[in-house]
């Protein structure tokens, strides 16, 4: 996660919000909180299940909305998931993804030489880059220990 406070993050998401014309609810903060306080880059039924305990009457469709919201506005990144459920980052300034194939972990890195990497010339040509992200898969620690390495 950031090394920003959960208050300067709140005090950040509050002015994004007004500054994209979105009500701040309680729904909304919930949702926001809980993925500050998240490192397991959450799908939405993730959120949904979470969040039902808090308010019972929030619909999935609600949390997959904000979700894609704050997608939308830059509160979030989407996380390269392919194949799977749409993954949430709250971090999102730059960094790298391990990316585990046999239990769908996905966990944060930063490396300068990976920050660096040139685009090469006819991607340029062709193609505006916005950004860019490593992805590594493989099998995590947990996996690899436990006997379950195969994807």
Same mark, same amino acid.
């Given at each position: 996660?950031?090394?920003? *406070?959960?208050?300067? +993050?709140?005090? !950040? =998401?509050?002015?994004?919000?007004?500054?994209?014309?979105?009500?701040?609810? %309680?729904?909304?903060?919930?949702?926001?909180?809980?993925?500050?306080? !998240?490192?397991?880059?959450? *799908?939405?039924?993730?959120?949904?299940?979470?969040?039902?305990?808090?308010? /019972?009457?929030?619909?999935?469709?609600?949390?997959?909305?904000?979700?894609?919201?704050?997608?939308?506005? &830059?509160?979030?990144?989407?996380?390269?998931?392919?194949?799977?459920?749409?993954? =949430?980052? /709250?971090?999102?300034? &730059?960094?790298?993804? +391990?990316?585990?194939?046999?239990?769908?972990?996905?966990?944060? =890195?930063?490396?300068?030489? =990976?920050?660096? +990497?040139?685009?090469?010339?006819?991607?340029?040509?062709?193609?505006?880059? +916005?950004? *860019?992200?490593?992805?590594?898969?493989?099998?995590?620690?947990?996996? *690899?220990?436990?006997?379950?390495?195969? %994807?």
């Amino acid at each position: 996660m950031r090394v920003e *406070s959960k208050h300067t +993050l709140l005090k !950040s =998401f509050a002015e994004t919000c007004k500054a994209n014309q979105l009500k701040i609810t %309680p729904q909304r903060v919930a949702i926001y909180r809980e993925l500050i306080g !998240s490192t397991a880059h959450p *799908s939405v039924d993730d959120m949904y299940q979470i969040l039902k305990k808090e308010f /019972p009457n929030i619909s999935y469709d609600t949390v997959s909305r904000t979700m894609l919201t704050f997608a939308d506005v &830059g509160i979030v990144d989407i996380v390269e998931v392919y194949g799977g459920a749409k993954r =949430f980052d /709250p971090n999102v300034d &730059g960094h790298h993804h +391990l990316h585990c194939v046999s239990c769908g972990k996905i966990l944060d =890195f930063h490396n300068d030489q =990976f920050n660096n +990497l040139g685009i090469p010339d006819d991607v340029r040509q062709h193609f505006k880059v +916005l950004a *860019s992200r490593v992805v590594l898969k493989g099998i995590c620690e947990q996996c *690899s220990n436990s006997g379950n390495d195969s %994807p």
